[in-house]
């Protein structure tokens, strides 16, 4: 499955609750405020590195260069543009957005 | 494939509109169809024909309008969602259309891929 | 085209009786946003089309199946009882987040309709078994 998250993990508990019900092998991919879940030295930064050692964790870079958050992405998220997000969506079978 | 795709919010309020828009750009390019683009909740003021943005920005609803037509995509309005919120026939721009909460369990059952864009 | 069917002709060819399962997701608490209404009203129509459905509930979207919910003061109207009626519907795969409901101080015995309290894990499970996931 691929999950969206679109959301800042400071500002909503959707990041939390998408990993915590993502099985082992799935994606998530982090699109608008949800790429604030992605950036470095961050109190939620642990946890998303916890979290790739088991998901495969994408963000959107037009959504991250849009928020200045270029340089501050932790290493081992895929970026990829919303041609990349098509991929994702036509390689898994399903797709969940977080809202 | 065929994918849909649903919006849940309306154009500027939140990025959804423009997320749902650019990804079905992206997924047209790559040669994929869109079987519908489903406008929910107030995602319906997407079909405003009378919204007027600032010139440097986007138009969001004229975009909808140019895509749908470039492509013959299907922009469908959810009736219940835009009588709540007093879009009406009248006040829809160029390609999107008025029908049931059906449609999109339709393109839920019709497409290959769901994608739904909100809050 | 039919009001039942949300304007969609019912006797159209969808793919040999195509059935998939649908699950619609719930995180949000009623009345303070539209969501919850207006999610239900999808479900209600989904009803139509003979689909395998089922509602998951996490977050606050627990708060949605809350009982004693009375909203004559807020001058809103009270949609809680669609829940019960879901039943009539062959809607009856109510699955609620057990660590959403601990975590809001809830049992099972707070909530109007039965329902399938599962842990995280569980609801995953049944998530990636899904065909098209709605969320609201």
């Known amino acids: 499955m691929l ?11 959707t990041l939390e609750s998408c990993l915590n019900h993502a099985k082992d092998g799935s994606a998530v991919l982090l699109i608008e405020d949800g790429i604030f879940g992605a950036i470095k030295g961050s109190a939620m930064s642990e946890k998303v590195k916890k979290a790739m050692e088991r998901i495969n964790i994408y963000a959107l870079w037009p959504d991250i260069e849009a928020r200045g958050m270029q ?9 990829i543009g919303y041609d990349g997000f098509v991929d994702l969506v036509v390689q898994h079978n399903t797709v969940q957005s977080w809202l | 494939m065929k994918i849909g795709i649903m919006v849940n919010e309306g154009p500027y309020q939140h990025e959804a509109s423009d997320s749902a828009y650019l990804f079905a750009k992206a997924a047209l390019e ?19 024909k009378l919204t ?19 492509h013959g995509i299907d922009l469908v309005v959810c009736v219940a969602a835009a009588l709540r919120r007093g879009v009406k026939d009248e006040l829809l721009a160029p390609g999107f259309r008025i029908s049931g909460l059906g449609q999109v369990v339709e393109s839920g059952i019709q497409s290959d891929r769901l994608v739904v864009f909100g809050d | 085209m039919t009001e039942a069917t949300g304007g969609v002709e019912r006797d ?11 699950m619609y997701v719930n995180r949000k608490a009623p009345y303070g946003t539209i969501y919850a209404l207006e999610s239900l009203e999808v479900v209600l129509i989904a009803a139509a089309f003979d689909q395998d459905v089922s509602l998951a509930f996490i977050d606050d979207g627990v708060f949605q199946l809350a009982k004693g919910q009375h909203t004559k003061a807020i ?10 009626a879901l039943e009539d519907y062959d809607i009856e795969k109510l699955y609620v987040d057990k ?8 049992t099972e015995d707070d909530l109007l309709v039965p329902v399938q309290v599962v842990s995280a894990e569980e609801l995953a499970d049944l998530m990636e078994q899904q065909d098209v996931v709605l969320s609201f």
């Open chain 1, 3 to 13: 999950h969206t998250v679109n959301k800042s993990p400071f500002e909503k508990n």
């Open chain 1, 71 to 79: 340089d501050r992405i932790i290493e081992g998220v895929k970026l």
């Open chain 2, 30 to 48: 790559k040669g994929h169809k869109i079987h519908r683009v489903f406008f929910y909740h107030d995602g319906v003021n997407n079909a405003n």
């Open chain 2, 52 to 70: 007027e943005p600032p010139q440097d920005d986007r138009h969001i609803v004229n975009r909808w309008s140019d895509l749908a037509k470039e």
């Open chain 3, 12 to 22: 159209q060819e969808y793919g040999s009786g195509t059935i998939k399962k649908f």
């Open chain 3, 75 to 84: 001058d809103v109207k009270n949609f809680s009882p669609t829940y019960r």
């Open chain 3, 99 to 106: 660590e959403s409901l601990e975590a809001r101080g809830l």
